[in-house]
């Protein structure tokens, strides 16, 4: 636990976390939901989500690799 505490000390890395935890319950709730198809504005908004999740994880992950 004293390594899992000292990995996620870095508030950056929270972040970065925190975005890969929100894909990934979009993702499933995606596939296992029919509502995006069911709802279009939904669906829109749900899988649009996913790609600026992405986006925003991957600025973190270039911003972690200049701290470093």
Known sequence: ???LRDIFSAKIIVAAG?????ILALVVFNTASSLPERVPLFGV???????V???AG???F?????RS
């Open 62 to 66: 270039v911003l972690a690799l200049l």
């Open 18 to 22: 925190i975005v890969f935890l929100l």
């Open 1 to 3: 636990m004293r390594h």
């Open 53 to 55: 999740l992405f986006i």
């Open 45 to 51: 908004f749900s899988y649009g989500a996913v790609v």
């Open 58 to 60: 991957g600025i973190i």
